[in-house]
C-alpha cells in the first residue's frame, strides 16, 4: 500500500466518524493548551528574574574583598595578598575575561580637583577608583563622550575618567549659597555645570594637612565621560576613574608632602577590593570556588542570589509543567479509547484487508497514523489558542514583581511578558502531542493485526 493512500485512508476514516474525533482532537487541544502556557507562565517568570538581576547588578561580575588580618587560606597556609601577581592568577583561571584592582585611596580628603579662573571652581574628589585601564570595557561600561583610559599613565599629568554627572560637583568657592548648579531641578534640558570637564583646563590639587602649608598642583586630562549605570556603581554617575599605577603615584605624592611613613599606612602594591568578570553567568560559581582554593574566601556575586531564585522557578515550571501533562495524559486515554473502539467497529474491514494481501505493517501503519494525526492537529490548534490565552494574559495578566523586597528592581526594569512563548516550545509542543497520539495508538494498532482474517470476515 502507497503512503498516499495510507494517508487518504486515515483521512477518510477520521471523516467518517467526525463527533467522535472532534471530542478526540477537543481533548488534545486542551491538553496542548494547558502544557504551553503554563510552561509559557514559568519562561516569562524566568525572564522576568533575569531581567530584575540584570538592573542589581551584572551576572558575571565577582567581587574580591581582602581585609590583610592575618588569616590562613584553606590550605592552612598564611593568606595570600591580593596584589597583581594574584590578578595574573586570577586571570588566568578557566572562563575568566578580565580580572582589575577597584582600590579608593586610603585618605579620604587627600585631592580636589579645580577649575575655571583662579581654581574658582573645585570639587572634593572622594570617589575615586584605581583600576587597571583596558579592564573598563571589558567590564561592560559605557562611554557617553570621549575615550577610556590610555594605558601609558602620564607622569605630569593626571588622566582621569568621570561619571556622567560629576561636572556637577564643582562648587563655587566665592559664593556661600546657591554654589552649586541644580542639574537635577530640569533633568530633560540641565544647564551646563561650571566646568566643561572636556575642554577647560583644570589641576588636581594634592592637599597639606598643614593649613599653612603649600599644596600640589598637578595637571589634568579628562579622557572621557562614562553613561551613568547604577547596577556597575556609584561612581558611573558621581565618581572619577584613574589608572591604578598613577593613583598610586599620587597617593605616594601625598604621603610625601605631608612627611607620612608608607610603613603606617596601606601597602600600595596589596588592593582591599578586586573585580572579576566572567564569559558567561554559568560560568560564575565554578570561577569562584576557585578564587577561593587561591586563598581569597571573601567573594560576593549575584549568584548567591540568582541559584536559590532559579531553583525557585525551575521548581515553579515543573509544578506548572506538571499539571499541563496530566491534562494531556487524559487526552492520550481519550486517543487510545478512540482507536480501540475504531478497531471493533472496523473488524471486518481488516480482515479484507488482510484476504486482499494487505501487509500486517501497512494496517499497523493506518492505525499509528490515525492516532498521530489526532496527536497533531491537536498539537496545532493548541498552540494557536495558546498564542491567544498568552497574549490575553500578557494583556490582562499580572506582573511577577509584585510587593515583594526586589519590586524596586522590577519597575526599573520595564513592562515584561508574564506569559512566553519561544519557538522551541512551540516545536516541543507539536512533537510532544504527535507522540502521544502514536503511543496512545500503538497498542490498538497491534490489537488490529493480531485479529484473525477468517474470524474478521464473519464478524458482522
Known sequence: MKL?????????????????????VSGVIIGTCAIVVMVSLGIGMQQSQDAMLAQMGDLTIIDIYFYNSGATAGNGQEQVKLNDEALKKILALPHVEVATPYMSPSVWNAFTLCGGNGNRYQMDMYNIVGVYPEALEKLGYTLKDGDFLPDITHKDTAVMLLGEYTAYDFRDVKKKRNNYVRYWMNPEDPPD???????????????????????????????????????KGYETGYG?????????????????LNKIKTTNQQDSTTYTNAKVKVTDMKYVEEVEEAIHDLGFPDTNSMESVRKPMQEQVQQQQMTLGGLGAISLLVAALGITNTMVMSIYERTREIGVMKVLGCM????????????????????VIGVGISYGISALINVFGFSFGGNNNYSYYYDMAGPMDTS??????VFAALVFSTCI???????????????????AIKNE
Open 360 to 379: 500486517v505493517n501497512n494496517i499497523r501503519s493506518v492505525f499509528l497514523m490515525e492516532a498521530g494525526i489526532i496527536g497533531f492537529f491537536g498539537g
Open 420 to 425: 512566553v512563548i519561544p519557538l522551541w516550545l
Open 240 to 256: 572619577v576613574y584613574m589608572s591604578i599605577d598613577q593613583l598610586n603615584q599620587l597617593t605616594a605624592q601625598y604621603y610625601k
Open 193 to 231: 555645570p561650571f566646568v566643561d570637564v572636556l575642554s577647560d583646563k583644570m589641576v588636581l590639587r594634592i592637599n597639606s594637612q598643614d593649613s599653612n602649608g603649600k599644596s600640589v598642583d598637578v595637571k589634568v586630562k579628562v579622557s572621557g565621560v562614562l553613561v551613568q549605570d547604577q547596577s
Open 4 to 24: 498516499y493512500d495510507q494517508i487518504l485512508m486515515c483521512l477518510q476514516n477520521l471523516l467518517r466518524r467526525k463527533s467522535r474525533t472532534l471530542l478526540t
Open 437 to 455: 497520539g502514536l503511543i496512545s495508538g500503538y497498542g490498538p494498532a497491534n490489537r488490529a493485526v493480531k485479529i484473525s482474517a477468517l474470524e
